[in-house]
């Protein structure tokens, strides 16, 4: 059964640095999505993405975040200059249609140092 | 701005028991999800309703959705060990695709 995919699983990285974290949404799929968790919390939407653009985000994706489909299979997150609070959960979900269910990766835990 | 709640955040329950847990939220909406995580996984689909009135079963679980008065539950039966995750439900407003999260409730089933 097709799923998607993010990779890596965990990404350690100080205060600063720049973070790309990778997804691999179902083939079919034409609607892409960030979401993330800080541990212990609700999953926050941050983005979602059809046609290669942004179609929504949320006041957390501010400058600091940017997406991506830069080939076709990819979607990624990245984080420019990661802070602290930036540490949880990141889950990638894809959808074919906007009103069909969204299916969920299996997320990538970041840490940041 | 659309809110979801959950209650309770925290149920600890015997095994063979039955209990509810409850999601409210504040704006009228076309789709209602409930989804199971485990510690450090993902977030697995357990039903979608979509319509007042909807109910929907799978084994010990139950989901039902009230439109009118904006709540739906999941109703646990006969609870098992293997039952223990947290329960989340997210909904998503009208001529919206995001979904908006509950805060999660916490189920441990005692053995």
């Known amino acids: 059964e097709p799923e998607v995919t993010q990779t890596p699983s965990h990404q350690v990285t100080q205060m600063g640095q720049e973070v790309i974290l990778r997804c691999v949404p179902i083939?079919?799929?034409?609607?892409f999505y960030w979401y993330r968790q800080i541990l212990g919390q609700k999953v926050e939407f941050l983005v979602s993405?059809?046609?290669?653009?942004?179609?929504?985000k949320s006041e957390i994706f501010d400058d600091q975040f940017s997406v991506e489909r830069p080939d076709g299979s990819n979607f990624t997150l990245k984080i420019r200059s990661t802070k602290l609070e930036d540490s949880a959960m990141y889950f990638c979900?894809?959808?074919?249609?906007?009103?069909?269910?969204?299916?969920f990766g299996p997320g990538t835990r970041l840490t940041v140092l | 701005e659309l809110k979801v709640e959950q209650n309770p955040l925290f149920l600890s329950m015997q095994e063979g028991k039955n209990y509810t847990i409850y999601c409210n939220y504040s704006?009228?909406?076309?789709?209602l999800y409930w989804y199971r995580q485990d510690p450090g996984k993902s977030l697995e689909s357990l039903f979608v309703l979509l319509s007042n009135g909807a109910v929907k079963q799978e084994g010990r679980l139950m989901a039902s959705l009230d439109t009118k008065a904006r709540l739906s539950t999941l109703h646990i039966t006969a609870a098992v060990h293997d039952l223990s995750a947290t329960y989340f439900c997210a909904v998503v407003n009208f001529g919206n695709e995001k979904l908006t999260f509950g805060t999660g409730t916490r189920l441990t089933i005692i053995p």
């Open positions: 993405f059809y046609n290669n653009e942004i179609s929504e």
């Open positions: 979900a894809s959808t074919t249609d906007r009103n069909n269910e969204q299916f």
């Open positions: 704006t009228t909406s076309d789709r």
């Open positions: 083939s079919n799929h034409l609607y």
